[in-house]
T-cell receptor
Framework: DVKVTQSSRYLVKRTGEKVFLECVQD?????MFWYRQDPGLGLRLIYF???????EKGDIPEGYSVSREKKERFSLILESASTNQTSMYLC??????????FGSGTRLTVV | AQKVTQAQTEISVVEKEDVTLDCVYE???????LFWYKQPPSGELVFLIR????DEQNEISGRYSWNFQKSTSSFNFTITASQVVDSAVYFC?????????????WGAGTKLIIKP
């Protein structure tokens, strides 16, 4: 089975801190995604990557950046965390047959 | 424009009742996939079904069934004889096959509460 691992399940950070959320997949998939999930808003795409060092903005990239130095790892960076970035963050990957696999999520609280 | 609408924000039923979750979509493409995911309180998204736009056959899996109607752009999900373990947030999603980046367009989700 494809596995997508997010490094932290729960995270509490202070306003202004630089925050790194890590995601690792073990299936050699090219496409990886970072979503943010908020009640009533569903999942919103922050960034995605279709290859190493390649990235594209999603619907809500402001305040975020990403890094994909290796195929298996896709990192989401909050340059200067703010309270409105308190949310659930989900990483996903997809294979050529449209089989999406999600990580278990990181619940980030910014205080 | 692509869009997925789940008009029901929250549904609450008593155990053993049948319940239908609605999903209406908009897409410019003729070839696409539709998905349903379940998100229990633990937070992990659980894949339930993927349906290709060429296949309008309804599907049944145990107590779960899906009704795909291209004419009304709907892909509704019914749980028969609901159980407390069905309590979760359910998401409908769309992926256009011509989108080489495999992006998913999500509905806002329906929170389903099954009372004992």
């Amino acid at each position: 089975d494809v596995k997508v691992t997010q490094s932290s399940r729960y995270l509490v950070k202070r306003t202004g801190e630089k925050v790194f959320l890590e995601c690792v997949q073990d299936m050699d998939h090219e496409n990886m995604f970072w979503y943010r999930q908020d009640p009533g808003l569903g999942l919103r795409l922050i960034y995605f990557s279709y290859d190493v060092k390649m990235k594209e903005k999603g619907d809500i990239p402001e305040g975020y950046s990403v890094s994909r130095e290796k195929k298996e790892r896709f990192s989401l960076i909050l340059e200067s965390a703010s309270t409105n970035q308190t949310s659930m963050y989900l990483c996903a990957t997809v294979g050529a047959n449209y089989g999406y696999t999600f990580g278990s999520g990181t619940r980030l609280t910014v205080v | 424009a692509q869009k997925v609408t789940q008009a029901q924000t929250e549904i609450s039923v008593v155990e053993k009742e049948d319940v239908t979750l609605d999903c209406v979509y908009e897409t410019r493409d003729t070839t696409y996939y539709l998905f349903w995911y379940k998100q229990p309180p633990s937070g992990e998204l659980v894949f339930l079904i993927r349906r290709n736009s060429f296949d309008e056959q309804n599907e049944i899996s145990g107590r779960y069934s899906w009704n795909f109607q291209k004419s009304t752009s709907s892909f509704n999900f019914t749980i028969t004889a609901s159980q407390v373990v069905d309590s979760a947030v359910y998401f409908c999603a769309l992926s256009e096959i011509m989108d080489s980046n495999y992006q998913l367009i999500w509905g806002a989700g329906t929170k389903l509460i099954i009372k004992p």
